[in-house]
């Protein structure tokens, strides 16, 4: 497979500093990965969680050997990494205990043996392009998710008498990050045909996006993949983006 990518950061409408981090690289054997993750500003070392579990992730996938690994082994491997990451993050914190609440989300796509692979923590996205759409491959690891359907008003109910939930952000609260004191949970996905237009973004970017027009930017053959990230930021913080917005684009053939 070939691959062109473009990737693009911004500390936002209101943000003081940006504690995303992200990057795209390639091994000898032509292998592709590609990770986004996005530091929990509310907790202290945010940025340093971010940027710890991207360059972790990528140490583990320069220096991993793909070739001939079934489907099952190739998600064990994902597995294994992010809990690596998770066990070196325990340890930092130990070591930095002004550290031991940092944590981060995580969204990564691996392209090996012409297959391609998704893992997410937390509720930074991987999107793809289906039928000229965007199509969502990841689920975001929060209470709304996490809530049976039909248990959601009764647990509304019993938590917020008053009917006090009025903007949903709630429901956005995360079940899982990574970090060395955070719960963690390990989603894997699938692509057994990975060639396609591919979008990681963390929430700064897709909590305020019109799903039509990105799909529309994404598709323009007019426009190189670097305006694309620019034009996918500005329309979401015309949207009054509240927090770092950060975008990788994967063109995969």
């Not at 990965?33 to 929990?40: L, S, T």
């Not at 692979?117 to 965007?134: A, E, F, L, Q």
């Not at 952000?169 to 996905?189: A, E, H, R």
């Amino acid at each position: 497979m070939t691959f062109k990518h473009a990737m693009l950061t911004d500390i936002g409408n209101y943000r003081k500093t940006n504690q995303d981090y992200f990057d795209f690289v390639l091994n000898k054997d032509g292998d592709a990965f590609g990770i986004v993750c996005d530091g929990m500003g509310g907790h202290a070392h945010g940025d340093i969680a971010s940027k710890m579990a991207v360059n972790k992730f990528i140490e583990y996938f320069k220096n991993q050997n793909f070739k001939g690994m079934e489907q099952k082994q190739v998600n064990k491997w994902l597995h294994q990494s992010i809990k690596d990451i998770y066990e070196f993050m325990k340890k930092y914190g130990l070591e930095n205990y002004q550290a031991l609440d940092m944590g981060t989300t995580l969204t990564a796509i691996l392209f090996v043996n012409n297959e391609g692979y998704v893992v997410n923590v937390g509720d930074s996205r991987t999107y793809k392009i289906v039928n000229n759409k965007m199509f969502q491959i990841t689920q975001d690891q929060n209470l709304w998710n996490s809530t049976p359907e039909n248990e959601r008003d009764d647990f509304q109910a019993t938590n917020f008498p008053n009917n006090r939930v009025d903007d949903g952000t709630f429901w956005k609260v995360l079940t899982s990050s990574l970090g060395p004191q955070k719960t963690l949970k390990i989603d894997t996905y699938y692509i057994e045909r990975p060639a396609g237009i591919y979008m990681l973004t963390t929430d700064g970017i897709h909590d305020y996006i019109d799903e039509e027009i990105t799909a529309s930017t994404l598709l323009n053959p007019k426009t190189s993949l670097k305006d694309k990230t620019k034009l996918i930021i500005e329309d979401a913080k015309e949207n009054m983006s509240t927090d770092n917005l950060s975008i990788l684009i994967i063109d995969a053939k």
